[in-house]
C-alpha cells in the first residue's frame, strides 16, 4: 500500500527563521515525491518534485526538499521564512512502478509565519 | 502557462439533486483527477481519467460519475447530492503519469 504521513498538522515559525515541513512516504518501489501549496480559498500549486537524481531538489519561491532512501522522508525546508508563506503545504508520492502513476496525499500541515 | 478552470467558485444544492461540476484544462493534458478536499482529510481521490473516455475509481467513487467525452474536459456528476458530499472539489490535470498535477481553483459545493 502506498501512503504519505505528514506528522504535523501545524507548524508554527517567526519570519527569518529556517523552516522545515516533514513528510514520510510509503510505497512498494521507488517513489516519485512532490510537494504542493494550498492558499486560502485557492487550487493547489506545485512547488517541486524528486524523480531522479540528486536528492536536494530545489523549488519555487526558496523552498527545497531532500529525498532520503534510508528514512522514506522527504521534508521540505526553507532557509529563512516569510509571512506570504504561510498556507496548507501537502506532499504526495506515486510508485515509480506505477502505470496509472495516481499520487498520494499526505493530509496536509498548516504553516505560520508570525512576524 | 497551465490553466485548468472549474466551472463554479461556489454552488449551493439540494438534497437529491443532479449536480454537473466542470472541469476543462487547456494544455492537451493526457490525465484528468477529481478530488474532494476536507478539514483533517486531506485530498481524497474520487476519480481519474487518464485518456477520453478512460476512467478510473479512487478511493471514494461512492456518488459520483464521471464523464469525458473529449480530451479538455472532464466532468463530475453527483448523481442524487446528499449533505454528506457538502465539501471543496479539486479538478487536476498532467501531461502523463511522469509529471506534476496542476489544479484548478476549486468548488466550494454546499448541499442543503
Known amino acids: 500500500a502506498q501512503s504519505v504521513a505528514q506528522p504535523e498538522d501545524q507548524v508554527n515559525v517567526a519570519e527569518g527563521n529556517p523552516l522545515t515541513v516533514k513528510c514520510t512516504y510509503s510505497?512498494?518501489?521507488?517513489?516519485?515525491l512532490f510537494w504542493y501549496v494550498q492558499y486560502p480559498n485557492r487550487g493547489l500549486q506545485f512547488l517541486l518534485k524528486?524523480?531522479?537524481?540528486?536528492?536536494l531538489v530545489k523549488g519555487s519561491y526558496g523552498f527545497e526538499a531532500e529525498f532520503n532512501k534510508s528514512q522514506t522522508s522527504f521534508h521540505l525546508k526553507k532557509p529563512s521564512a516569510l509571512v506570504s508563506d504561510s498556507a496548507l503545504y501537502f506532499c504526495?508520492?506515486?510508485?515509480?512502478?506505477?502505470?496509472?502513476?495516481?499520487?498520494?496525499f499526505g493530509r496536509g500541515t498548516q504553516l505560520t509565519v508570525w512576524p | 502557462d497551465v490553466k485548468v478552470t472549474q466551472s463554479s467558485r461556489y454552488l449551493v444544492k439540494r438534497t437529491g439533486e443532479k449536480v454537473f461540476l466542470e472541469c476543462v484544462q487547456d494544455?492537451?493534458?493526457?490525465?484528468m483527477f477529481w478530488y474532494r478536499q476536507d478539514p483533517g482529510l486531506g485530498l481524497r481521490l474520487i476519480y481519474f481519467?487518464?485518456?477520453?473516455?478512460?476512467?478510473e475509481k479512487g478511493d471514494i467513487p461512492e456518488g459520483y460519475s464521471v464523464s469525458r467525452e473529449k480530451k479538455e474536459r472532464f466532468s463530475l456528476i453527483l448523481e442524487s447530492a446528499s449533505t454528506n458530499q457538502t465539501s471543496m472539489y479539486l479538478c487536476?490535470?498532467?501531461?502523463?503519469?511522469?509529471?506534476?498535477?496542476?489544479f484548478g481553483p476549486g468548488t466550494r459545493l454546499t448541499v442543503l
Open positions: 487536476a490535470s498532467r501531461l502523463d503519469s511522469y509529471n506534476e498535477q496542476f
Open positions: 481519467s487518464y485518456d477520453v473516455k478512460m476512467k
Open positions: 510505497v512498494s518501489g521507488n517513489p516519485y
Open positions: 494544455m492537451d493534458h493526457e490525465n
Open positions: 504526495a508520492v506515486r510508485d515509480r512502478g506505477s502505470t496509472l502513476g495516481r499520487l498520494y
Open positions: 524528486y524523480i531522479t537524481g540528486d536528492n
